[in-house]
Structures are given as structure tokens and as C-alpha cells.
């Protein structure tokens, strides 16, 4: 109990692992899930249906679980899954689900959340990945793991981010974004592929190659979608990484970003 500030108001329905440490003044309500090593600071406010991981360290003023921001939730059960080893930065929201989708918000593991960032009821986000400052996510969007948000970047509701994007400073999308490839602008455009972030990850000269090929073939062919899904079919693929791509394309269901 020495983790716990004597100010902090915690339900007696709440789960906390033993060596959680919950700074002044936050509250924790009933049905909430914290696991071993979660460090909560001050003033920061976790509601019901909410489950958290291990190791991660929640920041000032953080609000997580509370009511979607969405005309027709009318206080359905619904949820909030957090992972493991997230930072989560001062006066971030992450808003609980509808029974319209999933019901249940997601954020992976190892994800390096910046302050004033908002993710909205329903979106399932990844691990790895990087959102800068007031970066904001609408409800039911998907981020696929390692992408990157520049800080004021967002993505509309319903869309698709795909694994190891980049989305550039101001930069807002409304389509989906391709697994690998870099956007900047408003609206936001194409300006290549994520290399740096591919070379931090180790990915090899080959895999680079191919993902630049695909790229070619998407953004800079006047291939139609599905003749450009087909010629990235037939490109080598040595660790599954035109698999990743094929299947998002696939499965693209708000078009994708393209040149204006």
C-alpha cells in the first residue's frame, strides 16, 4: 500500500497488482485491470471495464476508459484492452468501444504515446508504434504495428494505417494508408516509402528493394489498383513483407491515399 498515494481513490473492485504505484489524486474505479510494475501518476483517471499490462508508466492528467464521443453510446457495456510497456503521456484520451463495432478500444505493447493525444472509441491500435504530440485517431480506425504519426497528424474514422507508415507533421488521411509508405501534406500525399524507419528495423537491402518496387508499382505506374496488387504478386517475397502489403491492399475498404 506505500505505492499507493494516500490521496488516490481507488475502488475496492479495482484489481491492482501489488507493486502498482498510483501517484496523488488519481482515481480508479471499479472493474479496472492493472498488472505488475504499472506506474500511474498523479491526477489521472481510469474508469470501468478497463484492462491494463505490465511495466507501463501513465502520466499526469491521462483519461482512459471514459464514455465514447459518440451520439448513440447510451452507456453499453463496453471496454478498454491496454498491453504492455506503453508510455502514455500527459492528456492522452483513450475512450472505451461501442456495441456498434469491436466494443473494445486496443493499444498494443511498447507504444510511445506523446501528450494530447486522443484515440477515439473502437480503434485497434498495434504495438511499436510512435504518436507524437495531438495526434488524434477518429472511432474504428486500425493501426497496424510500428507506424508513425507526426505530431497534429490523424487519421479519419474507419480508416486502415498500415504497418510501418509514416505520417509527416499536419498530415491528415481519409483513405487508407499502405503498410511501408510515408505521407505528408493536407491532404495528404504519397512522398515515398518509410526507409529510415525500415532501416532501424533491420529490414534487409533485398527487402528494400522489393518494398520500393511495390511502391513504383502502386504510386508511380498508372496501374489501376488491381493491376498494381497483381504485379506485387509477382515480386519475390522474402520474409513476407509483399504479403503484408498485398493483404492490405486487398482489404483496403476507403480506397487508398493517392496522388491529388
Same mark, same amino acid.
Given at each position: 500500500?506505500?505505492?499507493?498515494?494516500?490521496?488516490?481513490?481507488?475502488?475496492?473492485?479495482?484489481?491492482?497488482?501489488?507493486?502498482?504505484?498510483?501517484?496523488?489524486?488519481? *482515481?480508479?474505479?471499479?472493474?479496472? $485491470?492493472?498488472?505488475?510494475?504499472?506506474?500511474?501518476?498523479?491526477?489521472?483517471?481510469?474508469?470501468?471495464?478497463?484492462?491494463?499490462?505490465?511495466?507501463?508508466?501513465?502520466?499526469?492528467?491521462? $483519461?482512459?476508459?471514459?464514455?465514447?464521443?459518440? %451520439?448513440?453510446?447510451?452507456?453499453?457495456?463496453?471496454?478498454?484492452?491496454?498491453?504492455?510497456?506503453?508510455?502514455?503521456?500527459?492528456?492522452?484520451?483513450?475512450?472505451?468501444?461501442?456495441?456498434?463495432?469491436?466494443?473494445?478500444?486496443?493499444?498494443?505493447?511498447?507504444?510511445?504515446?506523446?501528450?494530447?493525444?486522443?484515440?477515439?472509441?473502437?480503434?485497434?491500435?498495434?504495438?511499436?508504434?510512435?504518436?507524437?504530440?495531438?495526434?488524434?485517431?477518429?472511432?474504428?480506425?486500425?493501426?497496424?504495428?510500428?507506424?508513425?504519426?507526426?505530431?497534429?497528424?490523424?487519421?479519419?474514422?474507419?480508416?486502415? *494505417?498500415?504497418?510501418?507508415?509514416?505520417?509527416?507533421?499536419?498530415?491528415?488521411?481519409?483513405?487508407?494508408?499502405?503498410?511501408?509508405?510515408?505521407?505528408?501534406?493536407?491532404?495528404?500525399?504519397?512522398?515515398? *516509402?518509410?526507409?529510415?524507419?525500415?532501416?532501424?528495423?533491420?529490414?534487409?537491402?533485398?527487402?528494400?528493394?522489393?518494398? %520500393?518496387?511495390?511502391?513504383?508499382?502502386?504510386?508511380?505506374?498508372?496501374?489501376?489498383?488491381?493491376?498494381?496488387?497483381?504485379?506485387?504478386?509477382?515480386?519475390?517475397? *522474402?520474409?513476407?513483407?509483399?504479403?503484408?502489403?498485398?493483404?492490405?491492399?486487398?482489404?483496403?475498404?476507403?480506397?487508398?491515399?493517392? %496522388?491529388?
Amino acid at each position: 500500500m506505500s505505492l499507493i498515494h494516500e490521496t488516490a481513490i481507488i475502488s475496492n473492485k479495482a484489481k491492482l497488482a501489488k507493486d502498482v504505484t498510483v501517484g496523488p489524486y488519481s *482515481i480508479i474505479d471499479a472493474n479496472v $485491470s492493472i498488472e505488475s510494475g504499472t506506474v500511474i501518476d498523479s491526477h489521472v483517471v481510469i474508469k470501468g471495464n478497463t484492462t491494463i499490462g505490465s511495466d507501463n508508466h501513465i502520466y499526469s492528467f491521462v $483519461s482512459i476508459g471514459d464514455d465514447p464521443q459518440d %451520439k448513440k453510446y447510451d452507456g453499453e457495456h463496453t471496454a478498454v484492452e491496454i498491453g504492455s510497456r506503453n508510455s502514455i503521456r500527459e492528456y492522452t484520451t483513450i475512450n472505451k468501444g461501442t456495441v456498434q463495432d469491436v466494443g473494445t478500444t486496443r493499444l498494443g505493447d511498447d507504444n510511445w504515446i506523446m501528450a494530447y493525444v486522443h484515440i477515439a472509441h473502437d480503434c485497434q491500435v498495434g504495438s511499436n508504434t510512435i504518436f507524437a504530440n495531438n495526434t488524434t485517431l477518429g472511432g474504428h480506425v486500425i493501426v497496424g504495428d510500428y507506424a508513425i504519426f507526426g505530431g497534429f497528424s490523424g487519421a479519419h474514422q474507419f480508416c486502415k *494505417i498500415g504497418a510501418h507508415s509514416f505520417l509527416g507533421m499536419y498530415s491528415g488521411v481519409a483513405r487508407d494508408l499502405p503498410p511501408y509508405v510515408m505521407v505528408m501534406g493536407q491532404p495528404a500525399e504519397p512522398r515515398g *516509402i518509410n526507409l529510415e524507419g525500415l532501416k532501424r528495423r533491420d529490414f534487409n537491402s533485398d527487402q528494400i528493394r522489393n518494398i %520500393k518496387t511495390a511502391y513504383k508499382n502502386l504510386y508511380m505506374s498508372n496501374l489501376r489498383l488491381d493491376e498494381a496488387i497483381n504485379e506485387i504478386k509477382k515480386i519475390d517475397d *522474402i520474409s513476407g513483407e509483399m504479403n503484408l502489403f498485398v493483404e492490405f491492399l486487398s482489404h483496403a475498404t476507403r480506397g487508398i491515399v493517392r %496522388k491529388n
